[in-house]
């Protein structure tokens, strides 16, 4: 009988696409024929074909052929590792540690692998890892011990070693005193998003360098309390996995609703391919929290980007003036092609004539984490705010929509169900229980984040800093080259070092003391009426907000309209605010912020009150002082706020080692800084420093020497 016959070509190892559909071209030819034949006949044709046959219309080959195919195949084409990359770093951390452990203890490494025993496991495991803190860990260590043994000696550890080695752990976690609960974890509800997400705009204890940074954080949120993905797929994300459709309104409504369409690519596939879901964003109405609104965010950004492929869509008023045509029940909105692989969250870049938004360049989710923690902490959250709270807060509002127990069984840490209520069939207090097991119920603001002058400097005076200090004073004279030269360069490392790990020693113990005692001065305060019930959010509110970040908050926040006018409106208003705020540049993130005490109302500065005055006072310094105090860089930056593009610096030997480190240094090859007051387009380091200085009197003449 003829072997069925490839019509298709071979798909390349690169293909990621299910086979579903290669299988089913193989029959192409007889699902599509559509003749009727006698079954008899074909029997009989069959059955009249010999072995000679076999090869119809098929190429022969000598034996050869097949054995150099088979010599001749690219391995490096074929996968060469077994995991994913971040399961591989992992391995390869524990593989260093044995290799370093081996050093340590000054054995041949070539023998690391042959001789391996419950001694030399609680040896190995006493010794590494330092800084684990809970016996989960360790374990998770140890497992990945036994694989990293697998893949270097190609055998498995001996089953008896391998029991006695979870023994061993359980010993070194007792003897290291480890914990053995789990890291404490929490929830982010919606609720506690639209929190974090107004604290996050509002506030200037950390600043970004250009507003879009600050705008796709909260829409990272809003997208992983969406989707429940990865923050590793999340960031990801590229303009060709977003589809904005305008859908007509089944409910009879004159107005189309907008969709956005999202479809996360990135997600586990290190093993084989897995259908893609697509997450459908229907806009919602009369929306009574546009913080937590991922349309008004990712328009606002979307139009900063002049992202729409029509390019009459260029602001919010024209697409919502768009509608579904008659007979048609949708209406794309497709973007530009050529932003297909660009990336949604993406890095800025600091150029000479200011920061520059690099789409090309992806956000990493180390970025994104620090972020968090670092907002969660100015929120005032008690727990540690992390991506993951998201996805479990998305994991459960999804098993509580649709009464399905994988999330339950999967995701969740904890049960925020009445069970009393269950029990004793009673109404279930769901608001009530929601709220108990939320992020949001442990806000505080007053909480220690950062320790205080006085308190950075105590740590100074501690023994063993004292007593490095000297040692770094006695090798202070070693000259370059010498040998107590390295022992003063690890000398001061060390100092360094262990001053950070005084500190954050130190802080984890006000911490501490700050949660154990202060609820109960709190109560004694209460009782004995010495306080007023203040609310403590107030000291959020902060007096050095730029107009641009004031007029973001108050369109944000504003209540939904009465109307559906009012409403599309307020979305309009909303959008323009958060594409002005993703030009605007914020400076380098300020490390020494403190706050004010609660209820301190915001006050426009001077600068935001007459910004044209002001302005207009920075070109007259510019053009008439000999030597000003006012960059005529930043002047001409229109993506700067104004306190910053007018700002005046203490003499002009500050102006000039601002201009040198902001503007000089960062001026590369095809880019230009542009002098407004001259009408000039400066494109080499040379050209910005002889101009500096004979136009606007911005003198740096030992940098000059450099370039001519």
């Excluded at 190892?13 to 086979?19: A, H, I, K, N, V």
């Excluded at 044995?98 to 419950?118: L, M, N, R």
């Excluded at 004159?254 to 259908?275: I, M």
């Excluded at 996805?391 to 049960?415: C, F, M, P, Q, V």
Aim: hydrophobic content about 35%.
């Amino acid at each position: 009988m003829p072997r069925a016959r490839y019509t298709a070509d071979v798909p390349t190892l690169d293909d990621e696409s299910t086979s579903n559909s290669d299988t089913d071209s193989l029959f192409d030819d007889e699902a599509d024929s559509g003749t009727d034949t006698d079954l008899d006949s074909l029997l009989a044709e069959e059955d009249s074909n010999d072995d000679d046959d076999l090869f119809d219309d098929e190429v022969r080959h000598p034996p050869e052929h097949y054995r150099a195919n088979a010599a001749n195949l690219d391995v490096q084409r074929l996968r060469q590792k077994r995991y994913s990359p971040k399961t591989q770093a992992q391995l390869d951390r524990v593989k260093e540690h044995h290799e370093q452990y081996y050093t340590f203890q000054t054995w041949d490494p070539a023998k690391c692998y042959d001789e391996i025993s419950p001694q030399f496991i609680h040896g190995f495991l006493s010794w590494a890892r330092p800084g684990i803190k809970y016996a989960s860990s360790l374990e998770t260590f140890w497992k990945c011990y036994l694989i990293v043994y697998k893949l270097e000696t190609g055998r498995k550890i001996d089953p008896m070693i391998q029991v006695n080695g979870q023994d061993v752990v359980k010993i070194v976690a007792v003897e290291k005193d480890l914990d053995f609960g789990k890291r404490p974890s929490a929830t982010m509800y919606a609720e506690d998003l639209a929190e974090f997400a107004r604290v996050l705009l509002a506030t200037t204890e950390m600043t970004f360098d250009i507003g879009w940074l600050r705008v796709q954080i909260v829409l990272f949120c809003q997208l992983a309390g969406i989707t429940g993905n990865r923050p590793e797929a999340l960031v990801e994300l590229r303009y060709r996995h977003l589809q904005l459709t305008l859908i007509r309104d089944r409910d009879g409504g004159n107005r189309p609703r907008l969709f956005v369409g999202l479809t996360p690519e990135f997600t586990k596939r290190y093993l084989g391919s897995k259908d893609m879901n697509v997450f459908m964003i229907p806009e919602i109405i009369y929306d009574p929290a546009l913080v937590l609104s991922t349309h008004v965010f990712l328009l606002g950004m979307l139009f900063k980007a002049r992202a729409f492929k029509s390019p009459s869509i260029d602001c919010p008023q024209r697409l919502y003036s768009l509608n579904v045509l008659k007979g048609l029940n949708e209406q794309p909105l497709p973007l530009r092609d050529e932003m297909d692989n660009e990336f949604i969250f993406c890095e800025a870049v600091r150029e000479a004539q200011g920061v520059r938004i690099a789409r090309e360049l992806q956000l990493s989710s180390n970025s994104v984490r620090y972020r968090l923690k670092v907002g969660g902490e100015i929120t005032g959250f008690g727990q540690v705010l992390r991506p993951y709270n998201l996805r479990d807060g998305s994991a459960k509002a999804l098993n509580e929509s649709r009464n399905i127990g994988t999330s339950l069984k999967h995701y969740l840490n904890d049960i925020n169900v009445d069970l009393q209520g269950v029990y004793r069939r009673l109404d279930t207090q769901k608001d009530l229980m929601r709220f108990a097991c939320s992020m949001s119920r442990s806000i505080d603001p007053r909480r220690p984040r950062k320790l205080t002058p006085e308190q950075t400097a105590s740590v100074n005076d501690l023994p063993y800093i004292l007593k490095l200090r000297e040692r770094v004073n006695n090798l202070s004279k070693a000259h370059i080259e010498s040998r107590d030269y390295d022992k003063l360069q690890q000398a001061i490392k060390r100092l360094f070092n262990e001053k950070q790990r005084k500190r954050r020693e130190l802080l984890k113990d006000i911490k501490e003391r700050y949660k154990s005692e202060q609820p109960v001065k709190d109560s004694e305060r209460q009782l004995s009426g010495r306080v007023v019930d203040e609310d403590t959010r107030d000291a959020l509110v902060r007096a050095d907000m730029s107009p641009e970040q004031l007029g973001l908050v108050d369109a944000i926040l504003t209540l939904p309209g009465k109307s559906l006018e009012e409403e599309v409106q307020r979305r309009i208003t909303a959008i323009n605010a958060v594409t002005l705020y993703c030009g605007v540049e914020e400076g380098a993130p300020s490390r020494h912020v403190r706050r004010g005490p609660p209820g301190t109302v915001a006050r426009p500065s001077l600068q935001a009150a007459e910004p044209d005055a002001a302005f207009r006072q920075a070109i007259s310094c510019i053009k008439n002082n000999r030597r000003p105090t006012i960059c005529f860089c930043c002047i001409g930056n229109p993506h700067l706020a104004m306190s910053e593009r007018v700002k005046p610096y203490a003499n002009p030997g500050s102006l000039s080692r601002h201009f040198l480190r902001k503007h000089v240094s960062k001026l590369q090859d095809g880019q230009f800084v542009d002098c407004i007051d001259c009408k000039v387009r400066l494109k080499t380091r040379r050209e910005l420093l002889v101009h500096a200085e004979r136009c606007h009197g911005t003198v740096s003449r030992g940098y000059r020497s450099a370039y001519r």
